[in-house]
């Protein structure tokens, strides 16, 4: 019993400084456009260290979008985010999109289609990284990597190929993959809409063991009684602006704008 109690108390160590109240990230009028379509219209979101932020919005809404602009997949037309208090994308005046490279390595991301490098073993899927960009000790990133599977319950599955896994797995190698470069916020982007729906209690209980040692996430999931149960905090988005943000409590029982509740009732 002590072990376990030291380990999680470990565990719990391992994300901290993501308890306070003050921001870890925070978008300030940021526009995002493709051609004509403005997916973000001057947006503003504040995420705290310690919250975990459900959104939720229409299909186009530009949730997937707001992701991979927060994991520096796409440029931002206007407006700056920040990581604590350090500018972390802007727009130069030449209107260039700007990304400090070093908070962006501190955000895993893991997507609704499994990403893993199918001629890679699961080792080399999880040390690649952390070996080749990060420079990190090889023997340091195995032993690492056989600690993450471990913990998601997949050691016997160190040297399989990812054709050989299920989706499930795969999207557990994927998790432990983002792990491994020890990311100070995780962003999920309807990791379980893929998987069968026996596999999608099995990923979900890994993103609250993640949850119960405090890992900062922002998590865009159809799921909204996994919404329900993960959030600290949620947010609906349409047309570009964020509608409503607020207690999931409040968002899952008594929103305030109509919007949200007819996209609710909807989905409900
Ligand atoms: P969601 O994830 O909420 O369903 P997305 O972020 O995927 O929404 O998309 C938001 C809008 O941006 C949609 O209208 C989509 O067609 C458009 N869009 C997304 N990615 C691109 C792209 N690479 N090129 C052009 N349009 C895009
Ligand atoms: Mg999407």
């Not at 557990?172 to 916020?185: G, H, Q, S």
Request: charged residues 30%; contains cysteine; neutral net charge.
């Amino acid at each position: 019993v002590d072990n376990i109690n030291k380990q999680q108390e470990e565990e719990t160590a391992k994300y901290q400084g993501a308890e306070d109240n003050s921001p870890l990230i925070e978008f300030k009028g940021v526009t995002k456009r493709f051609g004509d379509t403005c997916v973000m219209d001057e947006m503003d979101l504040k995420m705290k260290a310690g919250d975990r932020l459900v959104i939720i919005g229409p299909s186009g809404s530009g949730k997937s979008t707001l992701l991979r602009v927060l994991m520096g997949l796409e440029k931002i037309d206007k407006g700056e985010i920040f990581f604590g208090s350090n500018p972390y994308i802007t727009v130069d005046r030449k209107g260039r999109t700007r990304t400090d490279m070093s908070v962006r390595s501190k955000i895993g991301m893991v997507f609704q289609h499994y990403t893993l490098f199918p001629h890679l073993s699961v080792m080399s899927n999880l040390t690649l990284s952390p070996v080749k960009v990060r420079g990190m000790a090889r023997s340091e990133a195995e032993d690492r990597a056989r600690e993450y599977l471990a913990r998601l319950g997949m050691e016997d599955k160190l040297y399989s190929y990812p054709g050989k896994l299920s989706g499930g797995q795969k999207q557990r190698v994927a998790i432990a993959r983002a792990l491994m470069l020890e990311p100070k916020l995780m962003l999920f982007d309807e990791v379980t809409s893929a998987l069968d729906p026996e596999m999608v209690a099995e990923i979900e209980k890994v993103m609250l063991d993640l949850a119960k040692q405090k890992m900062a996430m922002m998590i865009v999931t159809h799921d909204m009684y996994f919404a329900k149960k993960i959030a600290t905090e949620s947010v609906f988005i349409a047309g570009g602006k964020v509608i409503e943000k607020c207690d999931p409590e409040i968002m899952f029982n008594e929103p305030k704008q109509e919007r949200t509740r007819d996209f609710l009732d909807k989905v409900l």
